[in-house]
Structures are given as C-alpha cells and as structure tokens.
C-alpha cells in the first residue's frame, strides 16, 4: 500500500489510500485520483450495496425496520370463488327476512296472526341467504390494522371468537393484529344491483410503523327478483280461508303481505263470506269471470262475453257493499282477442301471469316449489340485473290441495333461496 502524506491528506480532499496493484482497474502510479475516476466510484459504490443481504447492513427487527420491503398477501374470497370468478365476479340474492318464532314445531308458518319480532342487528349462521366469506392476511411475522370498504347495498358480518358474528362498518379500520391472520365473513344482500358487478368489496392491510397498503378485492351482483301471491278460483269453504290465514304469518313493509285472489263469480253468490273474508285482510279481490267458460270465450258471442265479466262484477260487489277493483284474469291466461278487447272497454286493466300448474292432479307442493325457483332464477340474471324491474306474479289456486295445505311451506322456500315477497300491486302488473 502507498501512504499519502498527512499534508497532502490535510489539503486535497480527493486524495485517499487504494492499492496500486497492476490491474484494469488500477488507479494512476501514485495513487493520485483524478476527478473522473472519483465520479465513477460515487456512482458504483451505492449500487455495490445492493447485492448484500440486507441482513449485512445490520437491519433492525421486523417492527422496527421500514416494513414496505416486506410482501403480505391479503386474499378475500366469496364463496370459495376460484381466481377466475374474481375477475368475472359472484352472484348473491338479497336476504329475505323472516319471522323465526311464527313456526311451529315441525318448522311449518303458524295458521294463526302472531305478532312480527325484529330480530334487529344479528343473523343466524345457518342462513341461507347470507354468502360465505374469508379474509386472510399472510407474510412477514408483524403487527397492522385491516379494513373492508363496501357500498350500502350489502352488510358484511365477521364471525367473533365466540362464534357469534358482529356486523362491520365500511372503511373502519380493525384494532391491530398479528399477521398471520384470517376471519370468516358472511355477506348479506340488502339492495339489488344496478349493473352487473356493481358491488366491489375492497379489503385492505396496512402493517404497522409503514405506508405501505396491500390490497385485494372481488366484485358481486346483487340480484333482487320480488314476487307476488294471486290465487285463482275461489272462494272455496276450508281452502280459501286457510290460505288467507297462513298469508298472515308473512309480512311485507312490517304488515302482513297482500295477495289478489280472483274469484267466480258463481261461488262467489255461494260463499259471499269468504269473499269478505279475503277483502277484511286486505287482500284484492279480482274479477275471476262468472262461470270460468271450459272452453274459453272465444267460443261466445261478444254480448255474452261482456255478460260473464259484468255479471261477476256485481256478484264482487254484493259481497263486498263497495265497488271493486277493476282488475280481472281470464281463464289458464288463454289467448282470447276478443275477450282482452271487452274487458279493456269495460274499464278493467288484464292481470296475467306465471302459472305453476299446482292444479295438475300429480303435483305435490316440492314440484310447485321448484317451477316457482325456475320462473325466479331467470326473471333477473347477472347478466342482466334489471331484465324485469317488476315483480313476478305467480298464479296458485285455492283448491288443491298442495296450495292450501303447504302455502306456507312454498313461500317460505321461496325466501330461503333469496326471491322477496311484496305486495300485490295493481300498478305492477304485466
């Protein structure tokens, strides 16, 4: 090594002690370095630095060191949705509320009014209409706080250490936790999509002592498919009554829900008490025709058509002591122009409908119970949320015996798969 007077080193502050082996990258004889050649070593030296381990550099614990050099994953799954569903996105119903305690033993509605209890800010963890879901934090052994930004239309709950499950509020950050962490999730549909995919879900980690934010996020539609109740064929002794009961138990806007009930004309001047039955509970009685022609009115004259419309008008009238809703369904939804024609001249607005066929001598209530999921499923798809913007009108009646015995059992059923129950509205119909 050359040793460079301690005068030089006093004055000239470029001058420093190096080898002057032979080699390339020798420095000149003398040790004398040029300006050059110290801008070229200010240059390599810090990128020489980052070829060592940081663990050379005497770094400090994980807690105290700048956490942003450390990788976490957060990963936020709906349902065991695989990667690809991330991208294309789930589907969850709304939740369709139900009143638990108007059941009776064997789980079926009660036939008799009991009053609504809110089950207020708590769910059941066998709810079936609530989604699956789990958060989970992996990475460098630390400390950071978590949180999940959602929009107003879904409420998110995270299952506790008791098992219970607490409801979360967007955006508001968790006390901190240790990493490794994971929770299970449950998601609730509140209000359905406008768009497909309009529902993001962002959960967000930031580790302590750091700026550092990791992120996942999955995206959902909700689908909202409402339903009413109409019943045709009444009023019928024992039938007609139980069905207005059971209707009791299920409540729509915190009252029990409205049906329409189309009636006969004929039975009607039998049994004008169910009729007033029916209006009492404020269900909408409907103009069901008079004699319910077997072979369809196109096989009538237009005088008689109007005479079997007017006729069960009255019979709804002297029943009631009021005039009725001008509102009317002709026998099977059958295609009679000339029928439509008479009724709209008559002032009456035409109620069809989805038929489920529960009149069929074969049908039990399991069978109208899955053509009523089918008619629901494709009424609003996730590639179309707001294909119907109406409710779907399912078509019962009141005498068989899968209808008036298991209503109940068929709504119920209805709700757990996520379709909404709401009132029978004459302005919503198709």
Not at 12 to 20: D, G, Q, R
Not at 223 to 230: A, D, I, N, S
Request: aromatic share 10%.
């Amino acid at each position: 090594m050359m040793k460079i007077p301690i005068s030089d080193l006093r004055t000239k502050s470029h001058l420093y002690t190096f080898p002057i082996n032979p080699s390339p990258y020798s420095f000149p004889k003398g040790g004398r370095i040029k300006p050059a050649h110290l801008l070229l070593f200010i240059f390599l030296f810090p990128l020489s630095l980052c070829s060592f381990p940081s663990s050379a550099c005497g770094g400090a614990s994980v807690q105290g060191r700048d956490q942003g050099t450390y990788r976490y994953v957060v990963n936020l799954v709906v349902d065991s949705m695989s990667e690809e569903m991330e991208d294309t996105g789930e589907v969850i119903r709304i939740n369709s509320d139900f009143d638990e305690k108007n059941k009776n033993a064997q789980g079926n509605p009660l036939s008799d009014y009991q009053p609504d209890e809110k089950k207020g800010d708590r769910i059941e963890e066998d709810d079936p209409n609530l989604k699956d879901a789990s958060l989970s934090i992996k990475g460098e052994s630390a400390n950071g706080k978590w949180r999940l930004t959602f929009p107003e239309n879904i409420m998110i709950w995270k299952r506790t250490g008791n098992g219970e499950f607490e409801k979360l509020i967007s955006a508001k950050l968790s006390d901190e936790v240790p990493i490794p962490f994971a929770c299970n999730l449950k998601i609730e549909g509140i209000k359905g999509s406008q768009t497909t995919n309009d529902v993001r879900i962002l959960a967000e980690f930031t580790p302590a002592k750091s700026k550092e934010t990791y992120r996942d996020s999955v995206s959902l539609t909700v689908l909202e498919t409402k339903f009413v109740l109409t019943f045709d064929d009444g009023p019928l002794p024992d039938k007609t009554d139980k069905i207005v009961r059971v209707l009791k138990n299920f409540y729509c806007d915190g009252e029990p829900v409205k049906a329409a009930f189309f009636e006969i004309g004929a039975k009607i001047n039998k049994f004008g008490e169910l009729t007033r039955f029916v209006d009492l509970n404020g269900h909408l009685v409907g103009n069901h025709t008079q004699y319910h022609e077997r072979y369809g009115h196109n096989v009538l004259p237009d005088v008689m058509i109007r005479e079997d419309i007017d006729s069960c008008e009255e019979a709804i009238r002297q029943a009631l002591g009021k005039e009725p809703v001008k509102i009317i369904r002709n026998r099977s939804l059958a295609n009679e122009d000339r029928f439509d024609r008479a009724a709209k001249e008559m002032g009456y607005k035409i109620c069809r409908g989805e038929m489920l066929n529960d009149w069929e001598s074969s049908s039990n209530f399991t069978q109208i119970q899955e053509r009523a999921v089918r008619i629901l499923e494709s009424w609003n798809t996730k590639e179309n949320p707001r294909l119907h913007t109406y409710p779907v009108i399912l078509i019962f009646h009141d005498f068989p015996e899968a209808t008036y015995d298991h209503i109940g059992e068929v709504i119920r059923y209805l709700q757990d798969q996520g379709f909404e129950l709401v009132n029978f509205d004459p302005e919503q119909i198709y």
